[in-house]
T-cell receptor, first 110, second 113 residues
């Protein structure tokens, strides 16, 4: 079945550091891929998405590129801020089945 | 639109009691999902509906759990009887179409004592 694997956390960075959170997926066809962010006490919010190979999703300085050849959708940000501290989830959706990775907790220190 | 609305936000109940969680999806969305989130197991898909019909309930942990969607604007997740291991945050999400993103509610934090 479909699945998502993302790097385990927690990840701790200093402000303005470069962020990469790895995500790879297994799917039978051509899923849509997503990154969600969850702040403390809140639900998941869509951060960015990509619906086909080579698409790049971007939002709030975060980027991820749909790489079909490596079945990956790594999240990157060039300069993180304290306010980016949250849990990040990689997800895929195919044929109405939406699957999430385990989540990666990011803490950014001033 | 106010987004996906879940109630209650917090629920504390005693073991053995019946618990009902409620969800109002975004108007016009044809898919509704129920997820459970715990530290140990992460985010688990319990069940999802398409046009009010349950499509996949393979994630429902056991017969104590049941979900209904009587109309396009309302769904419930019921646990009867509840057990301490059911303590978790339960999320409802809705989406439109096959490949679009799901929009999440704020979740219901359930504590069974």
């Amino acid at each position: 079945g479909n699945s998502v694997t993302q790097m385990e956390g927690p990840v701790t960075l200093s402000e303005e550091a470069f962020l990469t959170i790895n995500c790879t997926y297994t799917a039978t066809g051509y899923p849509s891929l997503f990154w969600y962010v969850q702040y403390p006490g809140e639900g998941l919010q869509l951060l960015l998405k990509a619906t086909k190979a080579d698409d790049k999703g971007s939002n709030k300085g975060f980027e991820a590129t749909y790489r079909k050849e490596t079945t990956s959708f790594h999240l990157e940000k060039g300069s993180v801020q304290v306010s980016d501290s949250a849990v990040y989830f990689c997800a895929l959706k195919e044929n109405n089945d939406m699957r999430f990775g385990a989540g990666t907790r990011l803490t950014v220190k001033p | 639109d106010a987004g996906v609305i879940q109630s209650p936000r917090h629920e504390v109940t005693e073991m053995g009691q019946e618990v009902t969680l409620r969800c109002k999806p975004i108007s016009g969305h044809d898919y509704l999902f129920w997820y459970r989130q715990t530290m140990m197991r992460g985010l688990e898909l319990l069940i999802y509906f398409n046009n009010n019909v349950p499509i996949d309930d393979s994630g429902m942990p056991e017969d104590r759990f049941s979900a209904k969607m009587p109309n396009a604007s309302f769904s419930t997740l019921k646990i009867q009887p509840s057990e301490p291991r059911d303590s978790a945050v339960y999320f409802c999400a809705s989406s439109w179409g096959t490949y679009t993103e799901a929009f999440f509610g704020q979740g219901t934090r359930l504590t069974v004592v």
